[in-house]
């Protein structure tokens, strides 16, 4: 077995949960985005706490007191540890990323497929530094990929979405 498909089994997430008390209300669109977001998290995903041994891990997401708690569980529910990262270095880049979306919904109603692309691009571009904050942030706690950063970025906006 290779060491890629074996950290593919061992260093995963295999359930999510988000804190229903800390996520804004959503829209059948929003409810959507995290629907997907938390599927292809399950479906492929680099995570590895650091220190906590192999896996595989269930993390359940909090927003507590202006702080993103990643609550880190041996698959079975078994407590591992918790991360708390501050929200402030993220404000920016979501109030950003959120103007950016709102242009983005807008164009696709009523602008030429050039503008729409432009706004998309800008978009991603914004989703991208989010993510790359993230792995930032997390980076003496607990590796992820970029692909696992992108999809927890989504989820961590879905605690501001309305």
Same mark, same amino acid.
């Given at each position: 077995?290779?060491?890629?498909? !074996?950290?593919? $089994?061992?260093?995963? &997430? ?23 977001? &938390? ?14 041994? $192999? ?60 503008? =729409? ?15 790359? =904050?993230?792995? !930032?942030?997390?980076? !003496?706690?607990?590796? =992820? ?10 989820? =961590? ?6």
């Amino acid at each position: 077995m290779s060491g890629e498909t !074996e950290n593919a $089994e061992v260093y995963s &997430i295999v359930k999510i949960d988000l804190d229903e008390r800390s996520l804004a209300p959503a829209t059948a669109d929003i409810e959507h985005e995290r629907k997907v977001a &938390i599927y292809d998290l399950i479906e492929e995903n680099y995570f590895k706490p650091l220190g906590a041994g $192999e896996g595989p891990f269930e993390l359940y997401l909090s927003n507590v007191e202006r702080r993103l708690v990643f609550d880190v569980r041996r698959d079975g529910g078994v407590a591992l540890g918790q991360v708390h990262l501050s929200m402030t270095p993220f404000r920016r880049i979501i109030k950003d990323y959120f103007m950016l979306c709102e242009s983005y919904y807008d164009a696709i109603r009523n602008s030429a497929p050039s503008q =729409i692309e432009t706004i998309d691009m800008a978009r991603r571009a914004m989703h991208n530094e989010g993510s790359e =904050i993230l792995r !930032e942030r997390l980076e !003496e706690k607990i590796e =992820i990929d970029f692909d696992t950063a992108r999809r927890l970025f989504t989820l =961590i906006c879905s605690f501001h979405m309305r």
